[in-house]
């Protein structure tokens, strides 16, 4: 990413977190976030069965035409802290506004899992992944998930090896814009 791209970064992510409630963006807490995934009857299969996963307790994200998300993690495997990542988000479109959420992803497998933490991966604008609303017992997807309400859940599934979830924390943003998310990953 050339400095001006960064710059430009870090200053929307600043307007983001200004618009998100203070609240959201309070709730920082690894075991928190991982809690709220695993009350997801979603998530179930993949905790049980996932070679590890990245967990981001929130990432905030705003934008007015040109947007951006940014939020810090670590990645697990067999349950064990491996090392930290970090999430950038650059996007183009209609958007405006400002939301934290938390994201999860579970690695299927040893190759997705150092796919992932090769240093530097990233998802393409086609990758997928499941909204949880936890409150409502509702889920929403992007991408082939389905939506769905009460009895009804998501069709959540690995796609290259990974599987993606997230809850909304707080904040509001409407967008109709192509992004995708990029991670580094270091060691601990």
Do not use: W
Request: aromatic share 14%; charged share 15%.
């Amino acid at each position: 990413m050339t400095s001006s791209i960064k710059r430009l970064t870090a200053s929307i992510c600043l307007f983001a977190s200004m618009l998100i409630a203070p609240q959201a963006l309070a709730e920082d807490g690894y075991s928190q976030a991982k809690s709220t995934f695993k009350q997801a009857k979603q998530t179930h299969k993949f905790f049980d069965s996932a070679y590890g996963y990245a967990l981001f307790p929130t990432v905030g994200k705003g934008g007015i035409g040109i947007g951006a998300a940014y939020g810090k993690g670590r990645v697990y495997r067999g349950g064990s802290y491996k090392g930290d990542t970090s999430l950038t988000q650059v996007s183009f479109g209609f958007q405006l506004g400002g939301q934290a959420y938390s994201e999860i992803i579970f690695f299927k497998d040893e190759a997705a899992y150092k796919d992932f933490t090769s240093g530097s991966f990233e998802f393409g604008a086609q990758a997928s992944a499941v909204a949880i609303n936890i409150g409502a017992n509702a889920q929403a997807g992007t991408t082939g998930n389905s939506a769905g309400a009460g009895k009804t859940a998501a069709k959540a599934a690995y796609i290259n090896g990974m599987a993606v979830f997230t809850v909304a924390k707080g904040g509001l943003m409407f967008e109709a814009a192509l992004a995708g998310q990029s991670f580094t990953f270091e060691e601990k």
